[in-house]
């Protein structure tokens, strides 16, 4: 049973906008909280940051004011708007959550950021 499915991503000019959609299933979605990572080329995977269940929202200080997340809760979505994008966010976006000790992660998504 797939858990969490990804869609957006793809090329932008530096400056540009791209958002990512992370579709959660109905109990992640209304129970638990959703995270995006990132890995960029040759580095490890890093947080982007979090959005539970109650609207708090966490963002690494690297995209804080560029990037923001909101639910889509008609669609079990979890939206993550990226703005003033800049090269070195090109990365492999990830959603993820966990339930106890399983932990569900989304395929992935391609940003590349360049001119």
């Known amino acids: 049973q797939v858990q969490l499915v990804e869609s957006g991503g793809g090329l932008v000019q530096p400056g540009g906008s791209l958002r990512l959609s992370c579709a959660a299933s109905?109990?992640?979605?209304?129970?638990?909280?959703i995270a995006w990572y990132r890995q960029a080329p040759g580095k490890q995977r890093e947080l982007v940051g979090s959005l539970a269940t109650n609207g708090r929202t966490d963002y690494a200080e690297s995209v804080k004011g560029r990037f923001t997340f909101s639910r889509d809760n008609a669609k079990n979505t979890v939206l993550l708007q990226m703005n003033s994008l800049k090269p070195e966010d090109t990365a492999v976006y990830y959603c993820?959550?966990?339930?106890?000790?399983?932990?569900?992660w989304g395929q992935g998504s391609q940003v590349t950021v360049s001119s």
């Open positions: 109905a109990t992640i979605f209304r129970f638990y909280t």
């Open positions: 993820n959550s966990r339930i106890g000790a399983a932990e569900f």
